[in-house]
């Protein structure tokens, strides 16, 4: 767990659009060890996603990373031909996609297409190699051998996502990028498959980046979390420490608006207004306009988002750190 | 009008829902003579006092949204008896075979709420004549009177300066403000009773906050009842006074909402509690399990049984539990 396996650092990206850039991810660092699970939370069009595809660079053709490093292993994955990058997806890591049970080809049976993904990546396997190889998955994932042989509108939602989890760890990877894979299913699915993901991460060592806006399965997936906002983390830490002593005004929000079946029944506080628009610049601290306790220095233009450490392991922006 | 009277001497019950049947006629190929039938929702009572919201939880596919559409009337029942409060007569009244003014009447005082804010709206039509549509519909008061009710409901539902709004298009407002629409068109109409279908789940978790406060201050302030719709228990605790267990079309558990969180019996109830992602790292769940297949087996084997009461309005179902129960 000392090496990191995946380290990012200062990584910026942003989508030309016609009405000008959209920052999506700003300036981002954060790490990952092997076997650990980190986490991603925040409000729709927080930049989550935008940070998994550009891991993967799977991001659309109009967008640019302006700044920064991604080493995986510690080599580079940012400048990677093509070629070499399709070794690393999948090889290395491998992503789980938010509503990814509705992506399979509906005309070929599952099981050939995780095999087509296999035969990419592994030529020299034989055929019965991979089969044996995905009924072991399968089983790993909690489904029967003969869903191989079936074609994706006889399985139900929760099937359908066991046997996207199935496919992204057919290759091996080292590490799993898990972007809201439960936000499409019901309550009791959503159980078992966190339950089989949690399962398989032990068994196999992987690393897991869990993304999603729900901050209770956060709490029971990770060990460390990334709060986003406005394309910026603007807390991270350990997973513990970040929900014990939350120290940005907006983690504090996004805590206080989360309804818990246990402990005392509190009034829930809402966090009023909009995130700000990425297109245009923001001068000052983004959080400011919807900070419920802002001070002077908050409303100050000139305040950059700067990370300072306010425990072990555990930062947060220096302005709305002291909001709390 | 042509509404049958049937009064029924509970106190300040709004709706009064006895053995509610819906069930739909499948076949099974175009050829087959064997109608094959889905029992979405099969034999289930409740009842919902005057400014109380009853909440209605279960997994997908359990019957919920069935339930609502049924007692909307949008899609008829198969038999049972619901009765709801009319408060044009002051009493208890069954709706089945209504004429249309007695559909009025029906459709002034029980509203739904939809999941979806960018589907139900209609996305040609401006903010006012969205509200207003029910207005014009029943012919309430006149043309200046119904511009001011927008406006009102639209201070009420927290879009201020209502001006701003009432020339503004679907897409034109983000999520969360196409719900207050929503909610804002169903009560506009001063309703008594509104079905919520998930109102809040296709919202942002900071804006499910501000929502679900709208409508509980609403329900104190206009004297609304609520069928609070969700698979979200966390969700339900915080809207409602009591809520019920739904499982394959049955009701199994129904109880006042903090006993039934602390002392679930059900064995379902358990298992869909266990199933809730505590939003606090350093507490482990337990795990329930329970064999789904084995309880639908024992529900579909005992279709006219009852719910008892195990004490202070918590109820029951009866069947045998130790079945399907697993130890883990």
């Known amino acids: 767990m000392s090496t990191p396996l995946l380290e990012v650092e200062n990584l910026s ?10 920052d999506a991810v700003k300036n981002i660092s954060f790490t990952v060890n092997s076997g650990e699970s980190f986490g991603l939370v925040g409000e729709s069009g927080c930049g989550k996603t935008s940070v998994a595809m550009t891991l993967l660079q799977l991001q659309p053709e109009n967008s640019v990373i302006t700044q920064g490093s991604i080493k995986l292993d510690g080599k580079e994955l940012i400048g990677l031909s093509e070629n070499d990058l399709r070794k690393v997806r999948w090889d290395s890591i491998s992503i789980v996609f938010q509503g990814a049970m509705n992506a399979w080809n509906p005309v070929i049976k599952i099981g050939e297409q995780i095999r087509e993904a296999m035969r990419e990546h592994y030529p020299e396997n034989t055929k019965q190699e991979n089969i044996n190889k995905i009924i072991e998955l399968f089983r790993m994932v909690g489904l029967d051998e003969s869903i191989t042989d079936r074609y994706p509108h006889e399985l139900s939602g929760g099937m359908k996502q066991r046997a996207v989890i199935a496919l992204a760890l057919s290759c091996d990877p080292k590490v799993i990028i898990a972007d809201e894979p439960t936000t499409a299913l019901d309550v009791v699915i959503q159980d078992q498959i966190l339950n089989e993901i949690k399962k398989v991460q032990d068994l196999l060592g992987l690393s897991l980046i869990y ?20 394309g910026s983390i603007v807390e991270i830490g350990p997973t513990k420490d970040v929900f014990k002593t939350p120290k940005h005004s907006y983690t504090r ?71 709390v | 009008m042509n509404v049958a009277q049937v009064v029924f001497s509970m106190e300040n019950n709004i709706l009064e829902v006895r053995n509610l049947v819906k069930h739909f006629e499948v076949s099974k190929s175009l050829l087959s ?55 044009e007569t002051n009493s208890m009244e069954s709706f089945d075979n209504i004429d249309e003014e007695g559909l009025k009447v029906f459709r002034r005082n029980i509203q739904m709420i939809f999941q979806d804010p960018y589907e139900s709206l209609n996305p040609r039509w401006t903010i006012k004549d969205i509200i207003k549509e029910p207005l014009d519909i029943h012919n309430i008061g006149s043309l200046s009177e119904r511009e001011e009710a927008v406006i009102e409901i639209l201070r009420t539902v927290g879009l201020t300066p209502p001006e701003n709004y009432l020339g503004r298009y679907p897409h034109e407002i983000s999520g969360g403000q196409r719900q207050r629409v929503s909610i804002a068109r169903t009560l506009v ?7 919520c279908d998930e109102p809040t789940s296709m919202l942002d978790v900071s804006i499910r906050i501000s929502i679900m406060d709208l409508m509980l201050n609403l329900a104190k302030e206009l004297d609304v009842s609520y069928l609070y719709i969700t698979h979200d228990l966390a969700v339900a605790r915080y809207m409602c006074n009591r809520i019920a267990v739904m499982f394959n079309g049955k009701i199994v558990e129904i109880a006042e909402t903090e006993e039934l969180l602390q002392n679930p019996i059900h064995p379902y109830t358990k298992r869909l509690i266990s199933s809730i992602p505590i939003p606090d790292p350093s507490f482990k769940r337990d795990q329930y399990q329970i064999d789904f297949d084995q309880l639908d087996n024992i529900i579909s084997k005992n279709p006219d049984e009852k719910m008892v009461d195990v004490g202070g309005g918590h109820f029951i179902a009866t069947h045998d539990t130790k079945e399907f129960f697993i130890d883990s």
Not at chain 1, 211 to 230: G, P, Q
Not at chain 1, 285 to 306: A, D, H, L
Not at chain 2, 38 to 52: L, M, P, Q, W
Request: with cysteine.
């Open chain 2, 189 to 195: 109409m001063k309703p008594k009773f509104v079905v």
């Open chain 1, 13 to 22: 990206m942003h989508y030309d659009t016609l009405e000008g850039n959209v």
């Open chain 2, 33 to 87: 003579r064997n109608k094959k039938i889905v029992k979405a929702v099969d034999g289930i009572s409740f009842d919902i006092k005057a400014g109380e919201t009853l909440g209605l939880v279960g997994q997908s596919g359990c019957g919920k949204t069935t339930t609502a559409r049924s007692l909307c009337l949008l899609d008829p029942k198969t038999s049972g008896n619901v009765n709801f409060y009319n408060p």
């Open chain 1, 253 to 323: 929000a996004l805590l206080d608006s989360t309804p818990s079946i246990r402990g005392e029944k509190k009034k829930l506080r809402s966090l009023d207004g909009e995130p700000p628009s990425l297109i245009n610049e923001i001068t000052g601290c983004s959080f400011s306009p919807r900070c419920p306790t802002p001070t002077e220095k908050c409303k100050n233009q000139s305040v950059e988002m700067n990370l300072i450490k306010v425990g072990e392991n555990h930062f947060a922006d220096e302005c709305c750190s002291g909001c």
């Open chain 1, 211 to 230: 993304i999603s806006h729900d901050i209770a399965v956060i709490a029971e997936m990770t060990d460390k979390i990334a709060v986003m906002y406005a």
